[in-house]
């Protein structure tokens, strides 16, 4: 039987009332009723069975957060009648979704898929004071419940992404932890990993290892810009294929998936630095990974054989650590001078009978993606790409590519979605969240104008005046990070929080059931657990 114990009930009713339904990203139903379930100090949980256990294991991991969080724990019970938790299969419901009956009695929870189940075990936590979520114990509070409610919930969008630039500078894997931990509460689901840039390379790649001796490492810590010089400190840092299979791991355990993006063939300077008897224009010059912020001119040589076949390996290697859907190639930002004065691009633009230099860029990626074509079922990948790379002849690569829009970014994304492809908003008005968020004298050094407000970001409409015909080609939206002024983790979290949030509720939460001052209320609680988690933030917009 459940202990009332009615003081420290009463106690716990005054903070819930304060936290109640302080839900992020809003659900899109949910009805609130009177009382509360209170745990048990042992409670009993039925578990439906699901192929491999799969929800037993992510429930018992849900069960050691709790109860660290909270000293509730958890017994396995077969007995419907005795349970005060019940985890139930719907197949009916789609791949995220969930439902989250809660009465006085009994918390029941359906869903057809693990992630449901997922997401709804991450609805309870948020249903309660914010420890919870963070899973730091709380010894002012002794009777922990949840308020009657039912809530029947399911994504808006499939891709809820967040992207981070590793390539201008290198925080490490307990970073990179933190971040999906925060991404997990919002329920978003992909962390798009930017691991290469002219600046450093941050993946170790067997084959090549240059990549990471020499292209992971430049003579400056600062990245040289205007007035500021670089500043000749050795510095860099790469993860080895062990620690990004970690992050993996560590990710597939909160549902997020990871897509790593190589971009090239621009932004490859530092590539080019490692290996420049093959990947240059020019050999015959020396190559640097490079000090200064902008778009390096020093880009991939795409007709030189020995670098289509290092993007082939590249590839491979990728493949054999990220198990996903997608690899990211980027492909924005791609100067073609060097190739409109070498003999070999000049030869090749001239046998795919173009005079258009992006089109070399675009047989580049037909040859990697043929060879994607050519693997075995469990190594297909489909690739994504930046909206510059619409600037050629595109449709030479099939609709089974994704945009992914920045630049113009609702024009492009409509663009690349009326030629069938699929496609992803990040819109660098407002979603590149390293962007500054006020015009404090506070604010750190970043980009921008301080124009990027939470409100800005949140007040983004991603599907405003996207016909009904194209919306099943956007998968989704995603912030994006860049650090070209960002050395510390702590001004990347800064930057990024609270403002991830307002991005998540706009890829889960359907249009119509957004507004931002009800945003804004329900996210106050949200300090407490950035604070219990340690992890910096913006305070714009907390009282
Ligand atoms: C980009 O911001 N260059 C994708």
Redesign the pocket.
Known sequence: MRKYILLALLFCCTILSAQRLSLIPQPAMVELGEGLFVFDKSSKVKISDYDGDSVKILFDRFAADFKTATGVSFKKTKKSSRADIELLLEESLGYEAYKLDVTTDKIIIRASKPAGFFYALQTLKQLMPRNVMAAVADSNISAWSIPVVSIHDEPLFGWRGFMLDEGRHFYGKEEIKKILDVMSSYKMNRFHWHLTEDQGWRIEIKKYPKLTEIGAWRNSRVLGWGEVKPDGIHYGGFYTQEDAKEIVAYAKERFIDIIPEIDIPGHSQAAVASYPEFLACDPENSHEVWLWQGVSGDVINVSNPNAVQFAKDVIDELTAIFPYRYIHLGG??CPTFKWERNDECKKQLAEIGSNNYRDLQINFYKQLKEHIAAKPQSEQRQLIF?NEVLHGNTASLGKDITIMA??GANDAAKDAATLGMSTILSP?IPY?INRKQSNLATEPHSQGYGTETVEAVYNYAPLKNVPDELRPQYLGVQA?F?TEWVETADIVQYLTFPRLAAVAEAAWTPQEKREYKDFEQRMQGEKIYYRLKGINFGKHIFK
């Open positions: 924005d930002e930046w920045w630049i660098q590149y994006n860049w």
